[in-house]
């Protein structure tokens, strides 16, 4: 899964620009205009995306962009934070399987699995691989 959402922007009456998330609406935000708002865009997302790990709902599936819309990324560890999450979460792992399955302590794989700490990509990669899952990075041009 690709973890860039479409949000909507729309202008308040102050002038300043409004992003909402269909496909997350908890991940509400604005600025002065269309870049701030951009800008903000992407944290509110990733915050409330960290909540849906916190609270242990599903993440949600990114909806295709309509021509109106914009999509926002989340940080590339958090995304492959997020994909270990789910996978975890359909194929019932817990965080003592997942220690086991890495030869490495449940305490590391708490640290490691958590969205908000920082944790080296090549780590998050590996367990990934241990449940499945590939990633690829792709970069695009803004």
Not at 92 to 106: C, D, P, T, V, Y
Not at 112 to 130: F, G, H, M, T
């Amino acid at each position: 899964m690709i973890y860039a959402y479409p949000c909507e922007l729309t202008t308040d009456e102050d002038g300043g620009v409004v992003v909402l998330f269909p496909d997350v609406p908890e991940a509400i935000t604005g600025g002065k205009d269309r870049t701030e708002a951009l800008t903000m865009a992407e944290d509110a997302l990733a915050t409330a995306l960290v909540g849906y790990v916190h609270a242990q709902w599903a993440i949600p599936t990114p909806s295709q962009p309509g021509t109106s819309q914009e999509l926002v990324a989340v940080p590339a560890v958090l995304a492959a934070k997020l994909a270990l999450y789910s996978a975890m979460r359909e194929q019932r792992i817990s965080n003592g399987e997942l220690a086991s399955r890495l030869k490495i302590s449940e305490s590391a794989v708490q640290k490691l699995i958590d969205p908000e700490r920082n944790s080296p990509i090549a780590q998050v990669q590996k367990a990934l691989q241990v449940v499945g899952r590939s990633m690829m990075v792709e970069v695009t041009a803004v």
